[in-house]
């Protein structure tokens, strides 16, 4: 009666020949992890001076209202106080679009600035992986012939 081979060995005996280096992952995954770290910086501070600028923008509009709501002696001096807010409002809507816009472009980039870098990074983890990877498996294949 034949037996059936044994392949636990020959399978150890296969994947020590070739060793994995780990460290390449943990290094990756560390450049990712600083990667998230900072656009999640950016995307916060950005939106921190957001939140400021509607707030001074609706702080300013309702300041500008009670000018509005204010008893007048005339009825004329109300379509002034609705004419003079009408032209305020626009004034601020658009200093607020110009804040808002620079706050983008900012993020923008920022954004650019970081994923240039870490391509960069990556390229040169990457890179090294490599280098390493194949002297490891040169040497694996050298130690395998030599037996």
Not at 38 to 67: P, R
Not at 86 to 101: C, G, L, P, T, Y
Not at 116 to 126: N, P, V
Request: charged share 25%; net charge negative.
């Amino acid at each position: 009666m034949t037996t059936t081979q044994d392949f636990t060995t020959v399978m150890k005996d296969m994947m020590g020949a070739f060793p994995v280096d780990t460290s390449a992952m943990e290094g990756a995954f560390k450049t990712s992890a600083t990667l998230n770290e900072k656009l999640s910086s950016v995307a916060l501070q950005a939106a921190e001076k957001s939140a400021e600028v509607s707030s001074k923008w609706t702080k300013d509009t309702l300041a500008k209202l009670a000018d509005v709501s204010k008893a007048k002696a005339e009825p004329a001096d109300y379509a002034k106080a609705m004419t003079d807010f009408a032209s305020a409002s626009a004034e601020v809507a658009a200093e607020n679009m110009a804040a808002f816009a620079e706050i983008a472009k900012k993020v923008q980039m920022d954004t650019v600035e970081l994923m240039m870098a870490a391509g960069k990074d990556l390229s040169e983890d990457a890179s090294a992986v490599v280098k390493k990877a194949t002297a490891d498996v040169t040497t694996a294949a050298k130690k395998a012939a030599a037996k």
